[in-house]
């Protein structure tokens, strides 16, 4: 986008920001929070893409326990450990929320970034690979056994596995998914039986209790302890879900709520973002009831939203909140179009946004010239706006991009304290843009599940009485995970104060609530163990 030569930088500059932040105020952000509300109660009424119907239709008690493989497939990395439910205390002590993770003891937690090529690669090489790291995981275990503890079989016969999926699925119980496309860069498309990949991916681990040709007599030679100890065992696949069921599902595991507090909704905003939230299964399309087990005996449901998925943005193009550069990052994409949400606020995208603005901004100015690796799809990770953009101070960052960003001559010194106030700029108005709208998605959501209020124009009002006369206002908890949302600065702070407002500016009703964000620390990990031990609860 060429501009003419009487243009004024800092203008250019000012409009840019203006793009991204004009918006930011209560009252556009709420009349964007009604429109989401109503947006997904449609189509959570006649969409089979969006409003996923998941097997989870009870809740955590708390009382768990077991011990359980988990793993968390996400848009970046492949996590898996053991995870250990304790219960409730001796004695049914309650928690008083301070220590909310102690009931959970977790060990051999491993951590593999998932490289490009096995995005990209055939299901089978992708699953292939996930099954050497589940039994990299068990073998470290079974290594770490003390000598003493002599068994067979250390894990039983088979050990049970709950597993996180940050992707789409369609699943009609607990311990079986059907994958639909997965985006995030991932080139695998077809239906795939989710489980029957992952089970195939590890088989070649498994050894048959004869199959090294020993003698039963060498077998119960104590020396031969490692050897029996080096068979893996079976998995068993208890439990399959999505990240922000799982973030969800940890912390009403991890806090048990005080009467004025509930867990209301599950979200993620990491590489990609997404949420999820009980609803009554009579506010969804008929269809989805297909997907259940026993229809007739459930009355609410744990959805899956997918709200980023096309038609999730029509709000944002009724408002006019999408920018030029929005749109040229979205028919840029992989998948264009198809998860237009997320390409506003994730991880995977806000670097990107802060390059295509940055570029057309110099571009704009007479005789300047861009560092080649500046004019790369990508060049610009979020992890570098958040932790340096974000961070240091001019001279640090000065340095930092003079290094990263390298001019096409070493006498040419294109990093001004101009232009690395610009990229600061930019970077902050797409963070703060990002925080708000994720703030009146989760508004919305909530108000169309029926947790607050948002009045409507000719709306009869609530007068708020009612919530004078409670000693407390009700704690509605939003379990977040996520690396853009807990690692970027002042986004969490920021979400949480648009929350507070438009919660505050929706309706006198919800004088008597209160929305706050709490971590779901590794709530993928810790999710898929729980729900793993809920299988005879959900089946």
Known sequence: MAGSDTSNPQDDVSKAITAFTGFLNEGTLLDLAARFSE???????????????TPVTALPTGKEKGRFLSIDVGGTNLRAGLIELMGEADGGVQDDGSKPFEKIRRSHDKN???EEHLKMDQAEDLFAWIGDCIAEVIKDALDDIPPSECMDSPFGEELLLGITFSFPMAQKCLSEATLLPMGKGFAITSDLNLGKM??????????????NGKSEQDEENPSNKKRRLSRLPRIRIAAITNDTVATFASLAYAVKAAPNSRVAMGLIVGTGTNATVPMKLEVLHPAKKDGLANPEAVETVVINTEWTIRGTDKPLID????????????ANSEAPGFQPFEYMTAGRYLGEIVRLVFTDLVSKEPDARLPPSLETKNAIPTRFLSEVVARADDATLTEALQKKYAPISSTTFFWTPTRVKQIRDIAYAVQQRSSALIAA???????????????????????????????????????YAGGTISQYPEWLVTCQRWIDALVTKASPANASKRVVLKEALDGGIIGAGVLASMTDDIA
């Open 319 to 330: 408002l006019n909140i999408k920018t030029p550069w929005d749109l040229t990052l979205d």
């Open 39 to 53: 947006t997904y109660a449609s189509l959570a009424k006649t969409s089979l893409e969006h409003f996923l119907v």
């Open 441 to 479: 998605a989760c508004v919305g959501l909530l108000d169309c599940a029926h947790d607050i209020r948002i009045d409507r124009p000719g709306q009869t009002k609530a007068n708020g009485t009612e919530a004078h006369n409670k000693c407390e206002a009700e704690e509605l908890v939003i379990a």
């Open 198 to 211: 992952l089970l195939a991916g590890y088989a070649r681990h498994l050894v048959g209790p004869s199959a």
């Open 112 to 114: 593999w970034p998932i």
